[in-house]
């Protein structure tokens, strides 16, 4: 578990709850319960119901890996601590001039403006993720007309770009020196760490982020707390929950970028 929260995406995320809460107390008090008495106190009311409802959520900016179907419990979570508090808070301010249906009304409100919340985010982050893939393709192209793309402009920067290797183990204990540049991705298993190429897999005697200082200068770069990869070898990218993303590799597999390195990832990329 980290130690630190995810602050900006914490707070961003803040901000969207607390939004469709104004949202949900505005449409359905102005339908409902449009005399009922106001005091300027209840400016507050999203405030606070913002931050409760949030508070299922930290695990999600707590723990940096989380699966996907976790990622969907922790938010499904939220989104029931959200009606729960909305339709209890509308009540408790407006019951009488709500009525039950006003209340049933609330509830839909709420999980409208939460789905119309995703599906935006969903879709930014897509048409992101789309630039970035063009991105890719033209940096590829480049290369193979024997020009130098944009990740190896970004190495150069970085220090020597001259190919180092790294001592790896194979099948059988074999020992061989690998060029950094041909590993698509590190990845730590416990306290190994495996090396992968197109065709093999190996074992690598040295730590994640002894690995990532010497990779630096041949573009390997970290996703995740568990994960190096390539950033030469990265054919393309797609969105995941909780604005992630999966780097697709040469091999067929996908890498998970976690939220926390993913800026750094499309930083470098465009």
């Known amino acids: 578990m980290k130690k630190n929260v995810n602050i900006s995406a914490f707070f961003r995320d803040l901000f969207l709850v607390e939004t469709e809460c104004v949202l949900s107390f ?4 102005t339908i409902f319960a449009r005399d009922a008495a106001i005091s ?29 179907p976790q990622v969907i419990v922790q938010r499904s979570a939220e989104l029931a601590v959200l009606e729960a508090v909305c339709v209890w808070t509308a009540n408790f301010l407006a019951g009488g001039f709500l009525g039950r249906i006003g209340l049933w009304a609330v509830a839909a409100s709420v999980l409208i403006f939460d789905a119309i919340s995703y599906l935006a985010a969903y879709f930014l982050e897509k048409a992101e993720s789309e630039r970035l893939n063009k991105k890719l393709l033209e940096l590829a192209q480049k290369n193979s007309d024997g020009g130098t793309s944009g990740t190896e402009t970004c190495a150069q920067n970085d220090g020597d770009t001259k190919a180092s290797t790294i001592e790896a183990f194979g099948d059988q204990n074999r020992r061989a020196q690998i060029p950094i540049a041909e590993i698509l991705y590190f990845e730590a298993d416990a306290e190994q760490v495996f090396a992968y190429t197109e065709k093999e897999i190996f074992q690598v005697h040295q730590r994640l982020y002894q690995v990532e200082t010497l990779g630096g200068a041949a573009g390997i770069i970290r996703v995740s707390k568990s994960h190096l990869v390539n950033l030469r070898k990265i054919q393309s990218v797609r969105t995941a929950l909780n604005s992630r993303l999966y780097a697709k590799m040469p091999n067929g597999e996908e890498v998970l970028v976690s ?4 800026p750094a990832l499309k930083e470098r990329i465009a």
């Open 26 to 29: 505005a449409v359905i008090g």
């Open 40 to 68: 300027y106190a209840h400016i507050f009311v999203p405030l606070v119901l913002g931050v409760i409802c949030m508070l299922p959520c930290l695990p999600v900016y707590l723990i940096e890996n989380m699966t996907i």
């Open 259 to 262: 939220r926390k390195y993913a």
